[in-house]
């Protein structure tokens, strides 16, 4: 029996320690907003946050995430409980063509806006590099990026409150 913390909720589940993170947030905690890209880390469709961090789930083992967060899409804003601001300005900057790699792409967006809420393009090109996205979307993704941080700093909201 593994402990797991999934967006702030405790959870035991009963598998194979070398299991990846994405098969069992997906398959045992039913939440499927996590997608399955590769299944080599290379493509960033997988992408989690581990203790605030971005990983490759789809290569991760769940024995990494035994008793630390894990957050997932699902659990850095909802409808029903407020959009993060890099959800609502993939909205707004209309980000996804075909959708399959977003919460990847969302989820590596969130984490770079924590560690450094003024990126320029270059920190932009850097932290994303590793997602990639088969519609092209790029452009759409760093002015996404841009505005989120915009609206996080002028609003004098604190990055470490969001996913």
């Given at each position: 029996m593994i402990t797991l913390i999934v967006n702030g909720?405790?959870?035991?589940v009963e598998v194979d320690n070398s299991t990846p993170i994405l098969w069992v947030i997906r398959e045992e905690v039913k939440l499927t907003g996590t997608k399955?890209?590769?299944?080599?880390g290379l493509?960033?469709?997988c992408t989690?946050?581990?203790?605030g961090k971005p990983i490759r789930s789809c290569s991760t083992p769940i024995s990494a995430a035994e008793n630390k967060e894990i957050t997932t899409i699902e659990g850095i804003g909802t409808l029903e409980?407020?959009?993060h601001p890099v959800q609502q300005a993939w909205l707004d900057e209309q980000v996804p063509q075909?959708?399959?790699?977003?919460?990847g792409q969302l989820m590596s967006a969130v984490?770079?806006?924590n560690e450094n809420p003024e990126p320029s393009d270059e920190d932009i090109n850097e932290a994303m590099k590793g997602n990639i996205?088969?519609?092209?979307m790029y452009g759409r993704i760093k002015k996404g990026i841009h505005r989120a941080a915009d609206t996080m700093n002028s609003s004098q909201l604190n990055p470490e409150n969001y996913g």
């Open positions: 909720k405790e959870t035991q399955f890209g590769c299944g080599a493509c960033g469709a989690v946050h581990l203790d409980s407020g959009l075909c959708g399959y790699c977003q919460s984490a770079l806006l996205c088969r519609c092209g």
